[in-house]
């Protein structure tokens, strides 16, 4: 914390809803142990050991902490094969809060994008969406069909403070569709908030539009509602009319405007594994529950035990709570103001789940081919022991067509913020080793990729300096 000063509070701050009970040590390092474990790790901040790790924003994926409450769930799990009341649980908190009239459950987000990407996708169609995800992407690419990036063009200026930058261009989707005709089109894929642009909140205002759009072509919206309640507290903030809505009352609403959703429960809803298709339409939902039990497990638990379901269920509820998602997104603005105020260049508006640093404009010496995020995320690691990730050239992947590596506007090191986990103590650390890093930004050097896996690079390439 801040040492005292002598001057006078100017201001009445809030904290945290939640007090600690459990407490989890994490390990300090040297920088010469530092630098020889980045060096094993190829450079790759996925291939680091936890142990090796002092603050891990790596993801805010499955990495949250489970509340008192989620914990006594989990000892009430029914670990039947079929029938498990956790499922029941589960089923009726997604009908409450989400509103979708069928449950499939899912081992993560990724089980759910495979078996609505089978279920709709026939080779050649194209799907539009508030720019890509790379599982949501390649799942996509995999059954067939191609990604098409219809988000406003502000998306892609790091710098640009629209307050959704995770909009549609409507007139971009319009064309989109017309190109390819409605029937190529089995549905539009929608982020709230947009993970890859920086945790950047859609609006209610713009949803209603792309609805009123596809509905006309007879074309499904699909949500990616992996932070739908982080996206809510955006339109809560920001869009008029909604300031006394309450965060479920917003989710409830986006969800109505949609045809079914896919979810990480790893994200928004607290819990360290789990995920789930929520549907309305009677025919695919049968379609679904038939292929989750090719590939994910019966349709009354579809790869998780009977406990996660149940921390999934209370995790949604207390995902909701208008006083968490306060914190939750406060913790990350705390952040993120810091780093604006020091001159670090950073993606504006801080987004719900991170902050994500301009890697391009932080290191303007190393070329787009040297991975230039990839380069700072080991390079901060090295600093302090803070892990983070790419998002950049070596997340976007190569084409499928081509071949040929993809460089996106954005190249980002992302600090993701897990939920309840960290203290402002730990925010200021991370603040001050960007600032280090930063200020002796001519010594980063750039990458050379020496092992590149086939999908989903990121995970598993090695680098060496070059
Ligand atoms: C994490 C994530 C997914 C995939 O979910 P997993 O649980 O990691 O399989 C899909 N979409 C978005 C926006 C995500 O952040």
């Not at 590939?295 to 406990?307: D, F, N, P, Q, V």
Request: hydrophobic share 40%.
């Amino acid at each position: 914390m801040n040492p005292p000063t002598k001057a006078v509070p100017t201001r009445r701050s809030w904290a945290e809803p939640f007090r600690i009970k459990v407490v989890e040590p994490v390990h300090t390092s040297t920088r010469e142990q530092r630098d020889r474990a980045i060096a094993a790790a190829g450079y790759n901040t996925f291939l680091l050991r936890s142990e090796d790790v002092y603050i891990d924003l790596l993801t805010d994926s499955g990495t949250s902490a489970m509340s008192d409450w989620q914990w006594a769930g989990m000892m009430l799990g029914d670990e039947a094969y079929a029938g498990s009341r956790n499922f029941y649980h589960l089923e009726e908190t997604v009908q409450k809060h989400y509103g979708y009239r069928y449950v499939v459950p899912t081992h993560q987000g990724r089980g759910a994008e495979h078996i609505l990407s089978r279920a709709l996708i026939k080779p050649g169609d194209v799907i539009p969406g508030n720019m890509y995800f790379t599982t949501t992407r390649l799942h996509q690419e995999l059954a067939g069909g191609r990604f098409v990036d219809v988000v406003i063009p502000q998306a892609h200026d790091p710098g640009d403070e629209h307050p959704f930058k995770g909009n549609v261009d409507l007139e971009k989707l319009c064309t989109v569709i017309g190109e390819a005709g409605a029937a190529q089109v089995p549905y539009v894929s929608i982020a709230g908030t947009v993970n890859m642009a920086g945790g950047q909140p859609i609006s209610l205002e713009n949803l209603k539009a792309v609805r009123e759009l596809t509905a006309r072509h007879g074309i499904r919206v699909i949500l990616d509602a992996t932070r739908l309640a982080e996206n809510a507290y955006f339109i809560q903030q920001r869009e008029e009319g909604y300031s006394h809505c309450s965060i479920a009352a917003i989710v409830k609403e986006m969800c109505s405007l949609s045809d079914g959703c896919t979810m990480s429960a790893k994200k928004d809803a607290l819990v360290n594994i789990g995920g789930f298709l929520g549907l309305n339409d009677p025919a695919l939902y049968d379609e679904a529950s038939n292929l989750v039990v090719v590939y994910e497990g019966l349709h009354t638990y579809g790869g998780m035990a009977g406990r996660d379901m149940e921390a999934v269920a209370r995790g949604i509820e207390e995902s909701l709570h208008d006083d968490h998602i306060r914190a939750r997104v406060g913790q990350v603005l705390y952040l993120g103001d810091m780093l604006r105020d020091w001159g670090i260049p950073i993606v504006l508006p801080v987004g719900g789940h991170g902050v994500f640093l301009d890697a391009r404009a932080m290191l303007p010496h190393i070329p787009r081919e040297q991975y230039p995020a990839q380069a700072l995320a080991a390079a901060l690691y090295a600093d302090s022991g803070v892990r983070s990730m790419e998002r950049g050239a070596v997340s976007a992947g190569r084409d499928p067509t081509t071949g040929d590596e993809r460089f996106p506007s954005l190249e980002l090191v992302r600090l993701t913020i897990p939920r309840r986990v960290y203290t402002q103590a730990h925010m200021d650390v991370v603040g001050e080793s960007v600032y280090y890093v930063f200020r002796e930004r001519e010594r980063v050097r750039g990458l050379r990729m020496t092992y590149e896996p086939r999908y989903l690079r990121f995970f598993q390439a090695r680098f060496e300096p070059a």
